[in-house]
Every structure is written in C-alpha cells, then in structure tokens.
C-alpha cells in the first residue's frame, strides 16, 4: 500500500508490505533504522491547477510528484503517518508530534482506525473461492471524507495467481488413434494435466443452441459439485464457451465452469461457429492455466471418440449432459509451441 495514486506501486516505487492476516508485523517498521530506510518518501497526486492542465490520454500527465511533507500540509497524514522524534531517537505512531513524518499506516494497521486488513481478508477469502484459485487484488481507499460519512474502500480489480507452466517442454509424437480420446491441432495452453477421472460433456445428439442458458444452469450445478469434492473435470461441449451471445454457444460465466481444468470446443456439423480463442472470457480462462482446445471432427480439424465416451460408466446424465468417470485418469498433454493437444484414453 502507498500514499497517493496506485502509479508509485506500479512503477515499482517505495511502498509498504504487510499481511492483512498479521498487520502489526511488518518487516519494513521491524528496528527504526530499517523504517527510516524502507519506508515511502514521495507519493503522486493529480494536478487540480486547471490552468496546468493538459488532454492527454497518456497516464502520467496531469500528475504530481511531492514529497510527504506536501501531504501532511493537505491534512493527508493523520491516520496514516508515524513521527520519528530525533532528540530521542524513537518513532511514536500518529502525527501530533515534533519530528519527522513516516508513512507506516500504523492507525490503520496497528489501531484499526480504518478496517482495512478485515476488508482484505474477507474479499481475498471470497475470492479464492469463487475463482477456485489463490487471487490477487487492487483496491483504493479514501479517508477524506465529509464529516459523519464513512471513508471509502473502492474494490478496483482481481485477478488469479498462476504458476507458469510455460517452461515444461512437452513434445507430442507419433500418435495412435486407438489411445487417443481427444486430439486437437488448435490447442492453447502448455504442459500436462493429471489426475483427470471425469468428463462432463455436452451430448451432440440433443444439443439444441436455443436451451444453452439452461445447460449453462445445468453445468453450474455439477461443477458446483466438483468443487465440493475437490475435484476437476474436463469440460466438452459445442460454441463458443462463455459467449455473450447464448446462440453462439453456451453463456457460461467463470464461476460456472470454475473446476475444469480443459474446456474443448467440439464443434457440430450442424452447429459451425468461429471459435473464441480471441475473445475476452478467454483469455481470463488462460489466467488460471485451464488447457482449451478446438476440434470439428467432421472436418478433419481434430479427433473426437464419442463413441468411446458414450461406453462409459455414466456418473450423471440429464437431457443435455453426460458425466462419465474413469477409474484410471486420463492424461492431457499440450504443446504450447506446436498448438497441438490430446487426451489419452485411460490404460
């Protein structure tokens, strides 16, 4: 957290670090000489001075670089400022002091003048489980507000931490037709996914692209289950997945679908629609490392053995889906730099 606009943790300025779990240990404010070392001496401001100002779409005009001085003159500092006192060599938390002005947000973090670390810890808490993954987020806060109106926590953005697997080498070679369940020349993604005992997929036969709010409802059901279980699927069905335009394939939101680990889009002979690698809600499933092909069988783009899945052990099945579990894993290997992709049959 830093004073001022986001721009100096952007730039990689001096800010502070703590854990909203544990605020009052922070290792920047550990001794008196590391604070005076670590902590923020400059911060950025918009330039209110009409008369300055310039239309620019670039971010950095417009704004300021001050010192903390500068912002304790605006009032900016009383709960966010410690004073260090240098005739007696020690810094005392909060600013009706002589002395020199730290930024250590001790209030907040120490007194809870402001709920900051409960806020943090509440929406990391929810978001990690609704995106089935570790997050991270952006927030600002205002603490100058009118008298009797509460200060302001602005939730800005969140986003998933990934481990990058971008690094393992994974080469598809000669293949067997008869081992293989899926393959796919349009695959994104890279390294190998294990452990994968389930599919839940779209049945070809009844899909009907007027009911795809209904199979997103129903699919949302079972994923729902699999994250009670602790479990992940691999996911298969036709359209473009996450489409805004429920005719163009099934309306799905992260949520929905967030225990997969592979989504396929198997198109249809009757059903062709470009696929989605270029769109938005793609590129939020390649934040959390979830493999996704492209196939259409029935033009050679791809191998789909349907007849294999439908053999299957049946977990669950309704009018649109079919869930069929393996004893033994499948295993998904992507070649990020080929773009090719396969699901082996169990062995």
Same mark, same amino acid.
């Given at each position: 957290?830093?004073?001022?606009?986001?721009?100096?943790?952007?730039?990689?300025?001096?800010?502070?670090?703590?854990? /909203?779990?544990?605020?009052k240990k922070v290792l920047q404010l550990s001794n008196l000489q590391t604070t005076l070392r670590n902590t923020q001496r400059e911060f950025y401001a918009l330039d209110l001075d009409s008369s300055k100002y310039i239309a620019s779409v670039k971010e950095d005009v417009n704004l300021l670089k001050l010192k903390i001085d500068d912002a304790e003159e605006d009032g900016s500092l009383n709960h966010i400022a410690?004073?260090? $006192?240098?005739? $007696? !060599?020690?810094?005392? &938390?909060?600013?009706?002091?002589?002395?020199?002005?730290?930024?250590?947000?001790?209030?907040?973090?120490?007194?809870?003048?402001?709920?900051?670390?409960?806020?943090?810890?509440?929406?990391?808490?929810?978001?990690?489980?609704?995106?089935?993954?570790?997050?991270?987020?952006?927030?600002?806060?205002?603490?100058?507000? /009118? /008298?009797?109106? /509460?200060?302001?926590?602005?939730?800005?953005?969140?986003?998933?931490?990934?481990?990058?697997? &971008?690094?393992?080498?994974?080469?598809?070679?000669?293949?067997?037709?008869?081992?293989?369940?899926?393959?796919?020349?349009?695959?994104?993604?890279?390294?190998?996914?294990?452990?994968?005992?389930?599919?839940?997929?779209?049945?070809?036969?009844?899909?009907?692209?007027?009911?795809?709010?209904?199979?997103?409802?129903?699919?949302?059901?079972?994923?729902?289950?699999?994250?009670? !279980?602790?479990?992940?699927?691999?996911?298969?069905?036709?359209?473009?997945?996450?489409?805004?335009?429920?005719?163009?394939?099934?309306?799905?939101?992260?949520?929905?679908?967030?225990?997969?680990?592979?989504?396929?889009?198997?198109?249809?002979?009757?059903?062709?629609?470009?696929?989605? !690698?270029?769109?938005?809600?793609?590129?939020?499933?390649?934040?959390?490392?979830?493999?996704?092909?492209?196939?259409?069988?029935?033009?050679?783009?791809?191998?789909?053995?349907? $007849?294999?899945?439908?053999?299957?052990?049946?977990?669950?099945? $309704? &009018?649109?889906?079919?869930?069929?579990?393996?004893?033994?894993?499948?295993?998904?290997?992507?070649?990020?730099?080929?773009?090719?992709?396969?699901?082996?049959?169990?062995?």
């Amino acid at each position: 957290i830093a004073l001022g606009l986001g721009k100096t943790i952007v730039d990689g300025g001096v800010s502070l670090r703590f854990c /909203p779990k544990y605020p009052k240990k922070v290792l920047q404010l550990s001794n008196l000489q590391t604070t005076l070392r670590n902590t923020q001496r400059e911060f950025y401001a918009l330039d209110l001075d009409s008369s300055k100002y310039i239309a620019s779409v670039k971010e950095d005009v417009n704004l300021l670089k001050l010192k903390i001085d500068d912002a304790e003159e605006d009032g900016s500092l009383n709960h966010i400022a410690s004073t260090y $006192d240098f005739q $007696d !060599q020690v810094m005392r &938390d909060g600013i009706n002091y002589q002395g020199k002005k730290l930024i250590t947000f001790a209030n907040i973090l120490k007194y809870n003048v402001f709920p900051l670390c409960d806020i943090l810890n509440t929406l990391l808490d929810i978001g990690q489980k609704e995106m089935n993954n570790h997050v991270e987020i952006e927030f600002a806060v205002n603490l100058d507000t /009118p /008298p009797n109106e /509460p200060s302001v926590f602005s939730f800005l953005q969140i986003r998933p931490i990934v481990e990058a697997s &971008d690094k393992m080498n994974v080469t598809i070679g000669e293949l067997n037709k008869d081992e293989m369940l899926i393959y796919s020349e349009s695959a994104l993604g890279n390294g190998v996914i294990e452990n994968m005992c389930d599919i839940v997929y779209v049945k070809p036969e009844s899909f009907k692209a007027s009911e795809t709010k209904k199979i997103a409802g129903l699919i949302e059901i079972i994923n729902n289950e699999f994250i009670k !279980q602790g479990k992940n699927y691999i996911l298969i069905g036709p359209g473009r997945w996450g489409s805004s335009d429920p005719w163009l394939g099934i309306p799905v939101k992260w949520s929905q679908i967030s225990a997969s680990r592979l989504i396929i889009e198997a198109g249809l002979e009757n059903y062709r629609i470009d696929p989605s !690698q270029g769109t938005h809600f793609f590129q939020n499933l390649t934040s959390f490392s979830v493999g996704y092909f492209t196939i259409n069988p029935f033009i050679n783009e791809g191998y789909y053995d349907l $007849d294999f899945l439908s053999k299957m052990p049946i977990a669950y099945e $309704d &009018d649109y889906i079919r869930h069929v579990h393996f004893e033994k894993p499948v295993i998904v290997q992507i070649d990020g730099k080929s773009h090719k992709g396969i699901v082996m049959k169990p062995s």
